[in-house]
């Protein structure tokens, strides 16, 4: 019940502004090559401050894998601000999660310059990277056959033109995962891609390449065939039908929901009549490998990977629809979209730096354990979230929260089994459900650091915050040593004063 207000808040937020976009002479039509580019092309004529266009790479035929950047400082990456992106069209016959974010795209440059507070604070405090089609080449071979009979088969141009299925092209990492699992202190991030051969198809080696470009955080791959949200993991181990959840599987379950409750017909799987699946999805989300297993698969490999958090978005039965409904499922979309997307700031966040505060630390460990013991959360009262950092007051003034860890028991901690690491300035983002977590940061030659921190809902009071602070300084072990050498000599010093006998440190 807990997750019931922040889908109430993010309504909220989102329906609270109205922006005229599209307005009554807008045109819904499907975008060929051109026309896509032409929409990027023109949103960045209208908004240049605020987007930058880029391709991380070709098709197997050589089309680019346009991308728009849409930021308050495009092309730069700014220090604690997270990084999303949304990803459409894998499958090219699958079009409604292209023509949706082609819709996205010009609506947020027009919200931003129309002063819609909810786009305004979500571009400036959101570096946004949208990738309508991530395989062209399917797409143009769907759309040829739509322009002579108005319908596309089930699977014509699901294929790159290789014939080969992106979404199963991934390495399978997953079982690496399963292996490691298995290990007392195995790994569980960033996990290597062993036994790959170099066959993978040039829009995945492309998107993979983009992947370790940027320090994604949240992430979405949009489908169609069906209705619902798809969350990790997406197979398990020999590959069997069945409930496989990630470390993170209250986080992910948080993630689908918000889309689905923010779907005007997700999450109450109102459904086309004609759809050929006859799946029914509790509160219109699915564990991936629960409904069916797949291998290769790109929100597994984000998320073994990578720190990138990515659900399958299936945004409706008709796969390839009629242009006249092109505006439904905008209309269904739209404040899923946008709700999704300020998920980025859930969680906490923070920076972690040397002892000096001079210089951030790259690729430092983040691990984190909830505390389930509420009734000792509740002594340290609640943290107000954007408020500052927990554990510094408690609502009875006894200073109990900074020394919850003196008494704080192994049971108390539900320790999460994969961690996140720091980008190239030290910063990091955990998505995180709400509550009060034992955080640890620790890198190679520093002692490592551990601390209270609470992640709260993004909108708890209808307001958009980001993720809560949670920064460490740690100390070298070089530097220990050095002042541990510079407090043995001020001793000496003194007991030779005290007792006027020289001596020198050998």
Not at 291 to 310: A, H
């Amino acid at each position: 019940m807990r997750y019931i207000s922040l889908f109430l808040a993010v309504v909220a937020v989102v329906w609270g502004s109205e922006v005229e976009f599209p307005g009554p002479d807008y045109k819904f039509e499907h975008h060929n090559a051109e026309a896509l580019k032409k929409v990027l092309d023109d949103t960045h004529k209208e908004c240049p401050e605020l987007t930058r266009i880029y391709s991380p790479g070709t098709s197997k035929l050589g089309e680019e894998l346009w991308v728009i950047e849409i930021s308050d400082n495009p092309g730069e990456h700014e220090l604690g601000e997270p990084e999303f992106k949304y990803i459409g069209n894998m499958h090219g016959n699958e079009v409604v999660g292209r023509e949706v974010l082609l819709v996205l795209i010009p609506y947020m440059c027009e919200a931003y310059k129309a002063g819609d507070p909810d786009m305004v604070w979500l571009i400036d405090h959101t570096r946004i990277h949208i990738m309508p089609t991530m395989n062209p080449d399917g797409y143009a071979k769907a759309y040829a056959q739509f322009s002579k009979t108005q319908k596309v088969d089930w699977t014509n141009g699901r294929a790159n033109a290789d014939g080969e299925d992106l979404n199963r092209d991934f390495p399978d990492i997953d079982k690496n995962f399963f292996r490691q699992r298995e290990k007392k202190n195995g790994r569980n991030h960033h996990l290597k891609v062993q036994n790959v051969d170099d066959d993978l198809e040039p829009e995945t080696e492309a998107v993979i390449n983009w992947f370790k470009s940027e320090p994604f955080v949240l992430s979405a791959n949009l489908h169609g065939g069906d209705l619902v949200a798809n969350y990790p993991f997406d197979t398990s181990i020999g590959d069997k039908q069945m409930y496989s959840a990630t470390p993170d599987d209250d986080i992910f379950r948080l993630l689908a929901l918000t889309y689905s409750a923010n779907h005007l017909k997700m999450h109450d799987q109102v459904k086309d009549p004609n759809c050929i699946t006859s799946d029914t999805f509790k509160d219109g989300i699915t564990n991936g490998a629960n409904w069916y297993p797949v291998p290769g698969g790109m929100q597994d490999f984000n998320y073994l990977r990578f720190n990138t958090f990515e659900l399958t978005l299936e945004l409706g039965c008709d796969k390839f629809p009629p242009a006249a409904r092109l505006e439904e499922f905008w209309e269904d979309n739209k404040p899923a979209l946008i709700a999704y997307m300020k998920m980025a700031h859930a969680g906490i966040k923070g920076i972690v730096v040397d002892s000096y505060g001079n210089e951030g630390i790259y690729n430092a460990t983040i691990s984190v354990g909830k505390i389930t013991d509420d009734k000792r959360v509740e002594l340290c009262g609640k943290q107000e979230c954007g408020k500052g950092d927990f554990g510094k007051w408690n609502k009875e003034g006894y200073g109990i929260c900074d020394k919850l860890e003196d008494w704080m028991e192994e049971d108390d901690i539900n320790y999460r089994n994969h961690d996140v690491t720091t980008a190239q300035q030290g910063d990091y983002w955990r998505l995180l459900v709400p509550g009060a977590y034992w955080v640890t940061a620790y890198a190679p030659g520093y002692e490592p650091v551990t601390q209270i921190c609470y992640a709260c809902n993004p909108n708890p009071d209808g307001l958009n915050h980001e993720a809560n602070d949670c920064s460490f300084a740690l100390e070298s072990v070089y530097e220990t040593d050095d002042r541990r050498m510079e407090l043995l000599e001020r001793f000496l010093a003194a007991q030779r004063v005290r007792n006027e006998i020289p001596y020198q440190l050998p």
